[in-house]
């Protein structure tokens, strides 16, 4: 299968809405059949020789059966994209794959059918030459990951009811990255090691409600609102996770001189390291503490009308190192007002941390090298959540990347507008999976 075939392939992925909603019952299924009679016709070989198992209605898993008994791999992705928002501006249509300035645009290029494709042309093609992997080699294409689904979670049933515990799963997250960081000119292949857990804990408060026009001093509205002010007083406490450690010792080499040091010794100057990133803006202080925002605030139906009932919606990212309870002991800390209720609702912790110091890890590291020499490998903690995280529950070395240089404006369009994958980048991207199927040691 040659590279322009593969590119006309992801193409034709890429033009089937496959959108997802929260609401399931707004999710279309033609799209994704349609997907799956597309796919199964772009990848001939693959469907013939590999072990397909349907999951729920729209999520595959496919067997590769390998040469050795020892303990399998499973490569990830997912079929479904995030809906369109009307108003947004968009240079190319979302699902046209146009190809400008050398590149594919559209909605799923990067966010995941760049990866889809990836692992699939890989496969293709190895089997083309007859190659057979040393070990079983599982697909897991979910098509419920953007709202969060039941998919994931059913895939790894089935993994467990086979006896599959696999050596180690990869799945999106990390990229090859340029302008990851300020000052450092080299892009980092970050593979995420872990992920934030999302959570929301609603808030209520009740009261007598009543008409406007006798107003009582502390009601529902008026806790609430307390409430989120003092939240806001009280941000989580800053934190280093080992993984975020590691990846100031790796890129400090390549930092700016007068970075250098703090990086190289973030370790012993944590305080120090802290305080930065708290200070340098949204994005890195989210990389140091839970996070929490104040999204959904509902209160009274009228104007005329005081709420017997308010609420407030808190969305938590948890930093590894903090669980969901001691989570909601700092938000219930913080609030300090015992007449106001927590719910939690969508509860996730964190995803315990994979290896680093370990032969899987390594193997995707050095595979990065391989094929990326610029670039420098490093453990992250990501920030997003990913479907990989329902595989924690049967694999200790999970790994999140995807291996295409993506810009800041790339990483930016993700879930936004003007999402567009290189074509080249794609392409070397699929020698990438490749190339990690081949090495897979006995
Ligand atoms: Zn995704």
Redesign the pocket.
């Known amino acids: 299968m040659g590279d322009s075939e593969v590119v006309e392939k992801l193409r034709a992925l890429v033009r089937i809405p496959t959108v997802s909603h929260t609401d399931e019952s707004l999710i279309d299924p033609a799209p994704f059949e349609e997907f799956r009679r597309v796919l199964a016709e772009a990848f001939p070989l693959l469907h013939e020789r590999l072990a397909l198992h349907q999951v729920r209605d729209h999520s595959l898993l496919f067997r590769w059966e390998g040469s050795g008994e020892a303990d399998p791999v499973v490569l990830m992705a997912?079929i479904d994209v995030v809906p369109i928002e009307e108003s947004a501006p968009g240079q190319h249509p979302p699902f046209g794959a146009e190809i400008h300035d050398g590149a594919i645009w559209g909605r799923g290029t990067l966010?995941?059918k760049g990866s889809l494709v990836g692992i699939c042309a890989a496969v293709e093609r190895l089997l083309e030459q007859g190659f057979v992997p040393t070990r079983d080699v599982w697909l897991s294409f979910g098509a419920r990951?953007?709202v969060s689904g039941a998919d994931a979670a059913a895939a790894v049933e089935e993994l467990r009811s086979r006896g599959v515990a696999p050596w180690f799963v990869l799945d999106?997250g990390g990229a090859v990255a340029h302008e990851a960081f300020p000052g450092v000119t080299s892009p980092l292949g970050v593979v995420g090691v872990s992920e934030k857990g999302t959570t929301t804990i609603e808030l209520r408060a009740e009261g007598r409600g009543g008409h406007s026009s006798t107003p009582e001093r502390g009601g529902p509205t008026a806790r609430i609102a307390r409430a989120v002010v003092r939240l806001e007083k009280r941000p989580f406490a800053p934190s280093l996770p080992e993984p975020t450690l590691e990846l100031f010792t790796r890129i400090a080499p390549h930092a700016p001189l007068a970075l250098r040091p703090l990086f190289a010794n973030a370790r012993r100057l944590q305080p120090l390291v802290k305080r930065a990133l708290v200070l340098a803006g949204p994005e890195p202080a989210a990389l140091v503490r839970t996070t929490m925002a104040v999204t959904m605030l509902s209160g009274s139906p009228a104007h005329n009308v005081i709420a017997s009932s308010a609420t407030a919606a808190v969305n938590l990212r948890i930093l590894v190192g903090d669980t969901v309870a001691s989570a909601t002991e700092h938000v219930r800390k913080a609030i300090a007002d015992d007449s106001i209720q927590l719910d939690l609702v969508d509860v996730n912790e964190p995803s315990p941390v994979s290896p680093t110091d370990d032969p899987a890890f390594e193997l995707i590291t050095s595979t990065i090298t391989e094929l990326f020499a610029d670039a420098v490998p490093t453990p992250y903690v990501v920030m997003?959540a990913?479907?990989s995280r329902y595989f924690t529950a049967i694999c200790p070395r999970v790994y999140r990347f995807t291996p295409f240089r993506m810009t800041k404006a790339q990483r930016e369009s993700?879930h936004s507008h003007d999402e567009h994958i290189g074509v080249e980048d794609f392409l070397h991207g699929v020698r990438w999976y490749t190339r990690l199927i081949e090495r897979l040691p006995a």
Request: aromatic share 0%; glycine share 0%.
């Open positions: 997912h966010d995941d990951e953007e999106e997003a990913t479907d993700i």
